[in-house]
C-alpha cells in the first residue's frame, strides 16, 4: 500500500521570504500523480499544485513550484515570496494513476505542515 | 462549472443518535464521490469512494455507512453514533474518466458527539 509522510508538522516563514515544505512516499507504482492541497483556518481544501510522474519537468503555479524527486520519492513544495494569506495546514496527497476499475482517483494524504507566516 | 454542495455545515449529536450528512455535485455527470474524515490537526482519512450509482468500497470498518442513490449524490451515515465518531468530514468529487483529476472538495460538516 502507498503511503505518504510529511515530516515538519510545523513550519514558520518571514514574509516575503521563500518556505520548502517537504514529502516522502512510498509506492511500488511507476505512474502516479502528487498533489498539494492547502487547507486555511476555514478548512476548504485547496488544490495548490498538482505533478504527474511520466514529467521530468517541476510543476510551478506562480508562487508555487515543486522539486519532484521521482528516484528519491520526494515530493517538496517551494513557496516564494510568503505572503499572510499563506499561512495554513499544507498536505501531500498521492494518487495511483490507473485505468478502467482501477480508476478510483482516490488520493492518500500526508498528515500535513501546519505553515506560520510571520510578518 | 462544476460545485458541490455538503450539508450541515455543524452538527452536535448525541451518543447513540442516527447521522445523515449529504452531499451533492452539480455540473459533472458520473463523477467519482468521497467521504473522507480528518480528526483535529491530523490528516484526511478515506472512509468511503464510488464510482457509480449503488457501488460503494469501504476503506476502513467503522461505526459508519455511505450510500449513492442518485449519481451526484453521496450520503454518509450511522445508526447509532459513537464519541470517536466525532470530527471533521469532507466530501469530495473527482471526474472518474480524467485520471489526473484532482479531488474537489465540498466546506465540510463538523460533528460533535457529545
Known amino acids: 500500500a502507498q503511503t505518504v509522510t510529511q515530516s515538519q508538522p510545523e513550519m514558520s516563514v518571514q514574509e516575503a521570504e521563500t518556505v520548502t515544505l517537504s514529502c516522502t512516499y512510498d509506492?511500488?507504482?511507476?505512474?502516479?500523480?502528487l498533489f498539494w492541497y492547502k487547507q486555511p483556518p476555514s478548512r476548504q481544501m485547496i488544490l495548490v499544485i498538482r505533478?504527474?510522474?511520466?514529467?521530468?519537468q517541476n510543476a510551478t503555479e506562480n508562487r508555487f513550484s515543486v522539486n519532484f524527486q521521482k528516484a528519491a520519492k520526494s515530493f517538496s513544495l517551494k513557496i516564494s515570496d510568503s505572503q499572510l494569506g499563506d499561512a495554513a495546514m499544507y498536505f501531500c496527497a498521492y494518487r495511483s494513476a490507473g485505468f478502467g476499475s482501477s480508476n478510483t482517483g482516490k488520493l492518500i494524504f500526508g498528515q500535513g505542515t501546519t505553515l506560520q507566516v510571520k510578518p | 462549472s462544476q460545485t458541490i454542495h455538503q450539508w450541515p455545515a455543524t452538527l452536535v449529536q448525541p451518543v447513540g443518535s442516527p447521522l445523515s450528512l449529504e452531499c451533492t455535485v452539480e455540473?459533472?455527470?458520473?463523477?467519482?464521490l468521497y467521504w473522507y474524515r480528518q480528526a483535529a490537526g491530523r490528516g484526511l482519512q478515506l472512509l468511503f469512494y464510488?464510482?457509480?450509482?449503488?457501488?460503494i468500497s469501504s476503506e476502513v470498518p467503522q461505526n459508519l455507512s455511505a450510500s449513492r442513490p442518485q449519481d451526484r449524490q453521496f450520503i454518509l451515515s450511522s445508526k447509532k453514533l459513537l464519541l470517536s465518531d466525532s470530527g471533521f468530514y469532507l466530501c469530495?468529487?473527482?471526474?472518474?474518466?480524467?485520471?489526473?483529476?484532482?479531488?474537489?472538495f465540498g466546506n465540510g460538516t463538523r460533528l460533535t458527539v457529545t
Open positions: 455540473g459533472t455527470s458520473n463523477p467519482n
Open positions: 509506492t511500488s507504482e511507476s505512474d502516479y500523480y
Open positions: 469530495a468529487w473527482s471526474g472518474g474518466t480524467r485520471t489526473n483529476s484532482p479531488l474537489h
Open positions: 464510488s464510482v457509480g450509482i449503488g457501488q
Open positions: 505533478q504527474e510522474a511520466y514529467k521530468q
